[in-house]
Nanobody, 132 residues
Framework: VQLVESGGGLVQAGGSLRLACEVS????????IAWFRQAPGKAREGVSC????????YYGDSVQGRVTTSSDNARKTVYLQLNNLKPEDTAVYYC??????????????????????????WGQGTQVTVSS
């Protein structure tokens, strides 16, 4: 199982970025893909979660209204569109994945839970820096 992030960079406040998480090594059906971020000196924070099976989506309070998630099943890629970026959005952004029902065993995982320890596969991260 491999997840690879891309799309990070330096942007001015108010700008936009689109992050991508390309996955491989597992069936893309019914997979929950989450984005977390970690700023220097701070705990990792859940940003969004997207279930590839039913399209269920959840966004964290700190980014609500400024981000959207989409997927390209053919490319096995999930995107995170970040708009109206603020300096406090500066962080390393990680994508993480876990299997979900019904294709994978176990109960259905609700994206609104968005708990770091629930995700077993992680990418290396991509840096997002927002200048004021």
């Amino acid at each position: 199982v491999q997840l690879v992030e891309s799309g990070g960079g330096l942007v001015q406040a108010g700008g936009s970025l689109r992050l991508a998480c390309e996955v491989s090594g597992f069936t893309f059906n019914d997979y929950a893909i989450a984005w977390f971020r970690q700023a220097p000196g701070k705990a990792r924070e859940g940003v969004s979660c997207f279930n590839t099976g039913d399209g269920a989506t959840y966004y964290g309070d700190s980014v609500q209204g400024r981000v959207t998630t989409s997927s390209d099943n053919a490319r096995k890629t999930v995107y995170l569109q970040l708009n109206n970026l603020k300096p406090e959005d500066t962080a390393v952004y990680y994508c993480a994945g876990r299997g979900n029902a019904p294709y994978y065993d176990g109960p259905y995982y609700r994206c609104s839970v968005l708990r770091e320890t629930d995700f077993h596969s992680w990418g290396q991260g991509t840096q997002v820096t927002v200048s004021s």
